[in-house]
């Protein structure tokens, strides 16, 4: 199969001081989704043809640290306001992602799986280099497949029997 778009992908979650260094092993620390931010690009012109960027209301912790907004620039009024379940925003982001190529720089695509664990989404992904599963046994336990930077990944979201 030949690709001629890809989708790049962003997220933004939840922090706290010093959570990066605890690897957000405090009380209550999850690294929430907040915002989603993808675009599709040509893979031959390197042009962008579409944007999606949804907020995502975290479930555990509904109010975010100072901290967070700082880093971030999203408010708690703009996650009130703007912000969607997780569920939802995951549907949103499989639609738009379609068949196409995913890469992200970093642990967005294991933010995702984290996601989608933390609220009980069940979940299928494969790579696409051998259509083998991808295994996430806990948060920081994933097949050696995604050790690059650059993950590339088929994402399959199954909730309530929609893909």
């Not at 260094?21 to 675009?39: L, N, T, V």
């Not at 031959?44 to 901290?67: A, G």
Request: net charge negative; proline share 2%; glycine share 6%.
């Amino acid at each position: 199969m030949s690709y001629t778009e890809a989708v790049i992908l962003d997220t933004e979650w939840t922090t706290w001081p010093g959570a990066l260094e605890r690897s957000w092993s405090g009380k209550d620390e999850y690294r929430e989704i907040i915002r989603i931010g993808a675009i599709i690009i040509d893979l031959d012109s390197l042009q962008e043809i579409e944007v999606l960027d949804v907020f995502v209301k975290p479930s555990i912790n509904p109010n975010l640290s100072d901290y967070c907004i700082k880093l971030t620039g999203i408010t708690d009024k703009q996650i009130q306001a703007e912000g969607i379940e997780i569920h939802e925003a995951l549907h949103k982001f499989g639609d738009f992602v379609g068949d196409r190529k995913i890469f992200s720089y970093g642990g967005d695509i294991l933010i995702l799986f984290e996601n989608m664990r933390l609220n009980n989404i069940v979940f299928d992904a494969r790579t696409l280099q051998s259509d083998r599963p991808i295994v996430v046994n806990d948060y920081d336990q994933t097949d050696s497949s995604l050790e690059s930077n650059v993950v590339e990944v088929i994402l399959y979201v199954q909730v309530t029997g929609i893909r």
